[in-house]
């Protein structure tokens, strides 16, 4: 079994091979919807999307797309390497989400033009760090707790989180610092 496949996946446990005495008790497939009570729209919609086989990158970002203009599937497309830690237990791609989120909110869409790069970061500085001081890092691994054998977080828990913190910043909710002006005047 993969890391991811440990780590992260929603697919129901089995309960051993034929012949096999069953499991103890038998996990409940659907356990995961109880989650969604009292959660907005968009936050149920980026968990129903994790448990419809979307990585958690592509689970938070497609929740938002439409509303942000973008084609769900090529959000979705653009956003599977991402998941995973990008593959490599590195940036939850829950928040790697958010980060992508921030860019088709703000962009000003022309290549070339950087007059929208310095609120794009300043607002994934904060969607950071509300993630941080939510769940103690932005590191999969660390979430994972794959060094310390202490979990910090679910792959379910990052991604309503990813998608609150969103809902907080797209209602103007999150403080977001002004973008800091380049020292010694440059432009």
């Given at each position: ?13 089995t309960?051993?091979?034929?012949g ?27 968990l129903?999307?994790h448990?419809s086989?979307?990585?958690c990158a ?9 509303d942000?203009?973008?084609d ?15 593959g ?5 791609g829950a928040v ?11 962009s ?14 300043a ?8 993630f941080?001081?939510k769940?103690g ?9 794959v ?14 989180d ?7 910043y ?5 403080e ?12």
């Amino acid at each position: 079994m993969s890391d991811v496949t440990k780590l992260c996946d929603t697919a129901p446990a089995t309960t051993g091979a034929a012949g096999s005495a069953p499991a103890a008790t038998k996990p409940d497939p659907d356990a995961w919807k109880k989650q969604l009570e009292g959660k907005s729209e968009k936050v149920q919609k980026a968990l129903i999307n994790h448990h419809s086989r979307y990585n958690c990158a592509q689970s938070v970002a497609c929740a938002f797309a439409s509303d942000l203009g973008y084609d769900e599937a090529e959000v979705f497309a653009m956003m599977e390497a991402f998941g995973f830690g990008m593959g490599t237990m590195s940036v939850c791609g829950a928040v790697s989400a958010m980060t992508a989120v921030a860019g088709m909110k703000e962009s000003c869409t022309e290549p070339g033009n950087s007059s929208t790069k310095k609120k794009s970061y300043a607002i994934s500085k904060a969607m950071h760090k509300a993630f941080t001081e939510k769940n103690g890092s932005v590191i999969c691994r660390d979430i994972k707790g794959v060094d310390t054998k202490k979990v910090l977080r679910s792959c379910d828990g990052c991604i309503m989180d990813a998608a609150e913190i969103i809902e907080q910043y797209l209602n103007g909710e999150l403080e977001i610092p002004e973008p800091k002006k380049p020292a010694g005047g440059a432009k």
